[in-house]
């Protein structure tokens, strides 16, 4: 606003200035224009007498004889028979009468000079010696003004070239030469009056302008932009007092209006991420709290569960009674299970606790191999047998923790899978990846279980098999930090399902 303020009061001075530049050369114009065809006028009217040789006129009175004429061999006077005198009024002496009368009428005056003059009277001042040699440089014309008593003089000059009837009386001339010249002066204190209060009328217009262009700027300002923006710098004090949602009312269609409308969503966003901040951090405070509870799991559950299992072993290894020894084994399942549980919720939670994987370049048949024969002591219990060639090296992007999913797979597979079952592991690779799939012939899971068992606590068919719920949504989540899949399908071959999980090279 400042900036354009004083951009408008230097255009405003610079328009001002050339206004007045321009009234004060057109008056030096208009004044030039008036002094030569005033000259013009005089020399025309020289040209006329000279053109008769001279104009005689009645003596009259005390009008005297021109005596520079004798000089020049005229004679200036004629008598006629009846006793009259006319006399000659050649056109230096015309020239310096009408001057008399201009002077008188109009104070308008006219020198004739010459730097060679026939008469003293016409003898050059400053100025016209000035001007004469000017005119001998081919200047076509001079000027100057002056002060004389408090009031201003133009005076004008221009040359007075050599014509065919100037030579009868100037012997010794050329056609053509530069004989003198002729000056005209005429007060200007009328035209400077005109020019001073032009120039002042220009300057007032120029204020009035200034005045009601700051003026209306000003109100155009604040009505446009000062008081719409008056909103937006509320709100951002809002904003910076952490008031985010805060609203700003956009009533214009207009850029402000489209900035309002864009602080207003800005607001909105950052009121949403506040929410999202203040959720995580409650969020952070929950997980916290959780890993203090599965530290007390570990801690203060896993340790008596684990001694009531081995008294559970200890007991039912010392107990003949076969009614006893029922109830014991079930105390050990239980037991087992309770273990079991408190491992995986522990496991299960360091997870997704956001944990990232470091994965190496290993051979997956040999994880596997190690697998089965981890599975060895659980597949004699069902009398079960797996089935698994395969070239001697596979190799895939994995973490250690990739065999606690083959040995939850493998062990399902067992565990769901009939007596005398057969397990077939099945290794598949392409240029990136490899799929290890390990089929049973089991009782299958149905359609609408194939997503839920991957889900925690999740379980299908659990008959009199023992079993946390959580296995397969550890796997799961393992394989997903693996960046990989993992799921589930029909046995294309008959009874039972193929578990495969496909990983990274
Ligand atoms: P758990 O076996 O301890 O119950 P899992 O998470 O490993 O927990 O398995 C979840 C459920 O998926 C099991 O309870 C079972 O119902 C089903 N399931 C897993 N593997 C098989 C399988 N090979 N055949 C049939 N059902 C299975």
Redesign the pocket.
Known sequence: MLTVGILIVLLTSVGVFFLSEQIEQQAMSDLEIKASSHFDQIVITRHWNANYGGIFVKKTGYMESNPYLKELGVEPDIHTIDNTTYTMKNPALMTREISEYTYIDQNLFFHITSLDPVNPVNAPDEFEVRSLEQFENNVRSSYEIFQDNGSYFYRYMEPLNVVPSCVNCHAGYSVGDIRGGISVKFPIDSTYAYVAQQKQNILLYGLILLVLTEGLLYILVRKYITKPLGGLIEGFDRLSSEEFGYQIVAETNDEIGILKSSFNDMSKKLEKSRKVEIENLELQKVNELKDVFIDIMHHDLLGPAGTVQSYADLVFEMESDEKQKKRIKNIRKSAMLLV?RIK?AGQLAKLENGTKLELESQNIVKIIESTIQDQQEHLNEMNAEVEFNSSSSVYALVHSTIKEVFD??L???I???PENGKVIIKLDDDADHCKIS?V?S????PDE?KIE??KRF?????GN???????????KKIVDLHEGTIG?EDNPDGK??V?WVKLKK
């Open positions: 079991e995986g939850n797979l062990s399902n597979a565990k769901y899978g390990i049973d089991g009782d299958g899971i279980s068992i991957f999740s379980r299908v068919k659990k098999i023992k079993g946390s719920g959580l296995g397969l949504s550890i796997a589930v039972g399902s578990f």
